[in-house]
Every structure is written in C-alpha cells, then in structure tokens.
C-alpha cells in the first residue's frame, strides 16, 4: 500500500476511534441533569475531544515506539482517547 493512502487510512481509523469513544463515554457517564434534556451538543463536543485524545495517544504510541504493529498503535489511540475525556470531565 502506497504511504499517502496508508496515512489516510490511519486518519480516518483515528478519527472513527475518538467519535465512538466520545459518543459512548458521553452516553455512559451523563450526570442524572444531562439525562433530562437532549443532549446532540454534548455528544458533539465529547465526539471532538475523543478525537483529540485518540490523536494524542496514537502520535504517542508512535514517539515512544513501544507498540510494534498498527493494531496496537489503534490500541493507544483508545486508550487516549479514553484518557483525555476521563481528564475533560474532571474524574
């Protein structure tokens, strides 16, 4: 595979992993308030720094080099995608 359509790939994979992360983190951990009222804007905005976090964990993996193949680079973009919403909600 070329290296153009390899970054493209990640990019979307990345991306996919914070909107999901974000989506279900929001749905999972929605204060009995939150619950009352619609909530598209919350899910918007813990969509957006799900992919940030998945950014950050994946560019991390990458630096440190400690995760050998891409499965486990999508792994710390997970785990930071997790991590930084964990951070944002203030738990």
């Not at 996919?16 to 279900?24: E, F, K, M, Q, R």
């Not at 929001?26 to 813990?46: E, F, I, K, Y």
Request: aromatic share 8%.
């Amino acid at each position: 595979m070329a290296l153009g359509s390899t970054a493209v790939v990640n990019f979307v994979i990345i991306v996919l992993i914070g909107i999901v992360a974000g989506v279900v983190f929001n749905r999972a951990t929605r204060s009995w308030l939150s619950r009352l009222g619609p909530s598209a804007t919350s899910d918007v905005t813990s969509a957006l720094v799900g992919t940030a976090g998945s950014f950050v964990g994946f560019h991390l993996g990458v630096i440190l080099g400690i995760v050998p193949t891409p499965l486990m680079l999508y792994l710390s973009a997970v785990v930071g995608a997790i991590a930084v919403l964990w951070i944002w909600r203030g738990r």
